[in-house]
């Protein structure tokens, strides 16, 4: 499965957006992939199917020009319909399938057997995945920050599990927040990133009406360092994500900019 990228001059620009920032989005879903090549993304990650059968996605992203480089997909259904999401995402060529949290009483879980537990479990999971020609990850919020018996919980998970058959999409802002240095993480799982939020976190009571969060590079992270960081462990698309924009659009248009702006570090 290619993955192709967006070129600036000589540059390499390996930008996403993932499509949860654009939930809001007034028209269509074609409407709304229109917008988003018309910015210069050139790829997306998808929030499970949009609705939309396989062959109404495929159609839908050629129209628009874009590529599907990840999906983030329910735990329930990457565990319940298992057959069902490979067949959808093989046939709109998309290559990797991404669990955006896990089971609440595993979310709280403060023993290390609870999350090595689900480690083994996504483990087989993602070696299904595998040999159907696809990749499984996991993406994390901020409680896998949280320490337990010297570990972080997101350590005791992906330790259980073969990098393989799962790797880690570091949302970077969601490192911060729980309190973790994402630039140590990268480091520490480098080689097992190849898709990395970028999210900004704005300065302490701004963007109150935005759950405190911000436009890449309208925020607190500093980019100069987490870029070439998420480079050094194997990212192979950044993806741009707002939790809660005021104006999506313009959210991700500008975050693209900024981007842009920094595309020597990519």
């Not at 600036?8 to 949860?20: E, R, S």
């Not at 990457?78 to 896990?102: C, G, K, M, Q, W």
């Not at 595998?130 to 350590?155: C, F, S, V, W």
């Not at 890449?216 to 698309?237: I, M, T």
């Amino acid at each position: 499965m290619s993955e192709e990228r967006q070129t600036t001059g000589n540059k390499t620009l390996p930008i996403a957006v993932q499509l949860y920032s654009l939930r809001e989005f007034p028209g269509s879903f074609q409407e709304m992939l229109d917008r988003v090549a018309a910015m210069g993304y050139p790829a997306v990650e998808l929030v499970h199917n949009h609705g939309l059968g396989a062959e109404a996605m495929r159609e839908a992203l050629a129209r628009a020009g874009l590529q599907a480089v990840s999906a983030h997909v329910s735990f329930q259904a990457v565990t319940e319909e298992t057959e069902a999401v490979i067949a959808f995402h093989r046939a709109i060529d998309n290559p990797a399938v991404i669990l955006p949290s896990l089971p609440r009483p595993v979310m709280e879980a403060r023993t290390p057997e609870a999350w090595q537990e689900m480690g083994r479990r996504l483990d087989e999971l993602g070696q299904r995945f595998r040999e159907a020609g696809l990749r499984l990850g996991y993406h994390n919020h901020a409680p896998e920050m949280t320490t337990i018996q010297g570990k972080r919980a997101i350590d005791w998970l992906l330790e259980s599990a073969d990098p393989e058959h799962l790797f880690f999409e570091p949302d970077l802002a969601w490192v911060v927040q729980g309190g973790a240095d994402p630039v140590a993480l990268l480091a520490q799982y480098a080689g097992r990133c190849p898709r990395v939020h970028v999210k900004d976190i704005a300065p302490l009571g701004q963007n109150q009406d935005e759950d405190g969060w911000a436009d890449v590079g309208y925020g607190v992270l500093d980019w100069d360092r987490l870029l070439p960081a998420a480079k050094a462990a194997g990212a192979e698309w950044y993806v741009v994500e707002h939790d809660k924009p005021r104006d999506p659009l313009g959210s991700v248009a500008r975050s693209l900019a900024f981007l842009r702006q920094k595309a020597e570090l990519l």
